[in-house]
């Protein structure tokens, strides 16, 4: 049996690292990169070449550069007989790796055999100096080529050496010597730092009206009619007209997502169902997304009328019929509604499609990916584990990859990244991911997809303003045999808010764009259209150069999330009891004051309530003083730490195996039909208990209903002759007596208390439902 991890290893700890190279000012950190610590690189900047002279038999040379510092060693693309190269290639080499005291940069002939040497250019590196940006960039300085033995060859080269930071925006796209063992073209793109955008999103209503003129092949029957509507994989239909001529009517809405630039057309057909199987197509028309009407508030836009175009077979060609049908739609691309492409509980962006109606943003996020410790070894390579880990961060449109550092448990990428803040109810998600396309472990080592190591989510509405939170957050994966902690990803996150008094304001207007609310979307509708969403982004991003590859980008946004779990469910069903334990433990609580357990309680409870009868106007005043003088009594315990993954809560560490392999199961399952029966059986049994407690609530809300129905004639005469006295009581007694009378009532000494159930309760128990007419 595996032993259980200790809890301690799946918390959240709080660390101090030396960020930003420790220049503090006041509260702020001074440079650009002040939410990460400095990583000092040495930067070789090859730019070109000239006077190269000529090595080959045939008086030309296939110059390139190799770059060499200590054991690392970096070579520019060559050129094929050219002595005048240009290549304006970056090389950084990590200063906590250099063993050498001289680089050297060598210009060789490539050749079949053995490359013949050109000249090289030598450096100390005492000499080299230091630039820190906002400077400008080191200008390249040509150099005359020296041979092997110091003497003066012909040709000069054009570099620049210089030391810097992560923070010189040669960085990102300069060649790293913790990437010397990836080579190709490829596989080093794979291994970069990259900003993606997510594209713009809109939905397309499709709103069909009607058709005219439509030409069946059978005149002598009733034609069953439906419409049917594509856009790229998507594809509905409406429901068939219940008019049944050739002039069928439908108003009905259909509803795609659509993302620019708009690459395909929306295809419309009109089919009748000739037979159970068999459609019979009346026309089809294709219309181009880019030139369609583009709504940004809930004012209709105006209907139009298409030809439909029919085609007919004459001869085995096909023949355009002259005679058109029409359709009348009214079609737009939806500018009002923010395009739902993730869990709604983790939204990091909340904003319409259309920027005219976004607002100015309330802050900005800062976001420091400092390093990773105790990695899992995610694939094998020589006989050994090994991890190429890099991070994938998400918030709103933005998406950010980190560079890949190669075969490290223990990564450091010290990247620093930036967002504007639209709303504090948001989530940034950073995820840890395994990149299985170097060394060709693609292949070999899950068909080529990059193994997901964790993630964290972060609310910002969590977070203090202008404060730098650095934490180390653990790294948890649920697997089919138990959760399981992958490491720990140490971050540091400021948000920094511009307007405070925008921000508050924010917690005032609604969370989604005010057309969901006008003219809302059906759930249905809304879980095709985000699942829609989900799909065009990942194929999108999947086509960038790098990819963010289709798993990683699913991973990111919660795809499946929605499939069912037995795990997940017991989780939700004690986040319930967990929220109504509080009124659970004040009902416990009454009933001790009832009961006169603590009688100096219960006499103040009673002096309590008989000056809120006297003077009702304090009522409500006290209600909210109370809660005000909780909020400030609980401040002293508020939490300093921003919520991270609770196995103990998402009941991911007590789940039994056969639960977890549940719920990685593929839909439709791929079990044997025998667990597939059991966990059949196990399913019903649960339902069978909700369905008994939702028949209850049924039950007592049909008792209520019964009470005036006079399906019970004697208990409603009873209860309508008593709401007579109670009016005429209750006309001629003034309520504060009433009051008063009712509570001393109820909080009567146990003396005077029997263990029998009270009128009211027996009267009601005794009222009809409908449960005598199920089946």
């Known amino acids: 049996m595996m032993q259980r991890p200790p809890p301690e290893d799946f918390s ?82 990590s200063k906590d790796r250099i063993q050498a005291s001289f680089l050297e940069a060598t210009v060789k002939d490539k050749d079949v055999v053995k490359d013949d040497l050109i000249g090289r250019v030598v450096f100390d590196l005492n000499e080299v100096p230091k630039r820190v940006p906002p400077d400008s960039p080191l200008a390249p300085q040509w150099y005359r080529l020296e041979g092997s033995k110091g003497e003066k060859v012909r040709g000069e080269l054009m570099l620049a050496v210089w030391f810097g930071t992560q923070a010189d925006e040669a960085f990102p796209e300069a060649w790293h010597s913790d990437a010397a063992t990836v080579s190709g073209t490829d596989a080093l793109a794979n291994i970069r730092s990259k900003v993606y955008l997510s594209p713009k999103l809109w939905y397309l209503r499709v709103n069909v009206i009607e058709a005219q003129d439509l030409i069946p092949s059978d005149k002598g029957r009733y034609p069953e009619v439906y419409v049917k509507a594509i856009v790229g994989s998507q594809a509905l239909r409406t429901r068939v007209s219940q008019s049944r001529t050739i002039n069928p009517m439908w108003n009905e809405d259909l509803m795609f997502v659509a993302a620019e630039p708009f690459e395909e057309p929306l295809i419309l057909s009109v089919e009748d169902r000739v037979a159970p199987n068999k459609d019979e ?22 209907s139009r009328w298409f030809n439909l175009e029919k085609h007919i077979m004459v001869d085995g060609e096909k023949k355009e019929i002259k005679f058109a049908s029409r359709i009348h739609m009214r079609i737009c691309l939806e500018g009002g509604y923010h395009v739902l492409d993730e869990s709604t509980h983790y939204s990091s962006d909340l904003r319409p499609t259309a920027k005219q109606l976004w607002k100015p943003n309330i802050g900005v996020l800062e976001l420091g990916i400092l390093n990773a410790t105790g990695l899992m070894p995610m694939k094998n390579k020589d006989g050994r584990g090994t991890t190429d880990a890099y991070c994938v961060a998400k918030y709103g449109q933005k998406w950010i990859r980190t560079r890949t550092i190669i075969d490290s448990f223990t990564p450091r990428w010290n990247e620093q990244y930036t967002w504007e803040v639209f709303d504090p109810c948001t989530v940034v998600t950073v995820g840890v991911f395994d990149n299985s396309h170097l060394h060709g472990g693609g292949e070999k080592n899950g068909g080529g997809k990059d193994s997901r190591v964790g993630k964290v989510r972060i609310r910002l509405s969590t977070l203090e303003t202008d404060r730098v939170y650095t934490h180390s957050y653990p790294l948890l994966v649920l697997h089919p045999n138990g959760v399981k902690k992958m490491g720990e990803i140490h971050l540091a996150v ?48 999947t086509r960038a150069e790098p990819p963010l590859r289709k798993e990683v980008v699913e991973y990111m946004l919660d795809v499946g999330s929605h499939m069912w779990s037995m795990r997940r469910s017991k989780a939700n069903f004690f986040r319930i009891m967990g929220v109504l334990s509080g009124l659970i433990a004040v009902g416990k609580w009454f009933e001790q004051i009832c009961n006169w357990k603590n009688p100096i309680t219960t ?8 000056i809120l009868v006297v003077y009702p106007e304090l009522i409500l005043p006290t209600i909210f ?43 439709p399952t791929s079990r044997p039909s025998d667990i597939v029966r059991m966990r059949y059986d196990r399913l019903r049994s649960i339902a069978g208990r909700i369905q008994t407690v939702v028949g209850d ?79």
């Open 603 to 610: 006499v103040l409870i009673h002096l309590l309530f008989i």
């Open 494 to 541: 400021r948000f920094t808010c511009s307007s405070l008094l925008n921000m508050m304001y924010m917690y005032s207007v609604p969370l989604l764009p005010k057309m969901h609310y006008i003219h809302p979307l059906t759930v249905s509708q809304l879980d095709n259209l985000r699942h829609q969403a989900t799909q065009i982004v990942s194929m999108r991003l």
């Open 281 to 302: 197509v009346l026309g089809r028309c294709a219309i181009p997304l880019q030139h369609l009407d583009r709504r940004f508030d809930h004012r209709p836009v105006n």
């Open 625 to 667: 003083l109370y809660l005000f003088l909780i909020g400030i009594w609980y401040y002293r315990w508020r939490p300093r730490h921003p919520p991270h993954m609770d196995t103990r809560l998402s009941h991911a560490d007590s789940a039994h195996p056969d639960e977890l392999d549940e719920e990685f199961d593929t839909f």
């Open 12 to 93: 959240l700890k709080e660390t101090r690292p030396h960020l930003g190279g420790g220049k503090v000012t006041g509260d702020k950190l001074t440079s650009t990169y002040d939410l990460v610590e400095q990583m000092q690189y040495l930067y070789v900047r090859v730019v070109k070449a000239k006077e190269l002279p000529g090595k080959d038999l045939t008086g030309s040379c296939d110059p390139y550069v190799e770059v060499k510092l200590g054991n690392y060693k970096g070579t520019t693309r060559h050129f094929e007989k050219k002595s005048n190269p240009e290549w304006n290639q970056v090389f950084a080499f």
């Open 697 to 775: 609530l049924a039950t007592q809300g049909e008792r209520l209903q019964s009470l005036l129905s006079w399906r019970d004639p004697r208990a409603t005469a009873l209860f309508v002759l008593f709401c007579l006295i109670a009016a005429v009581v209750l006309y001629v007694t003034p309520f504060q007596v009433v009051a008063l009378l009712v509570g001393i009532y109820v909080l009567r000494h146990p003396r005077f208390r029997y263990r029998l159930p009270s009128v009211p309760l027996n009267f009601f128990r005794r009222l009809p439902a409908r449960t005598d007419c199920m089946l």
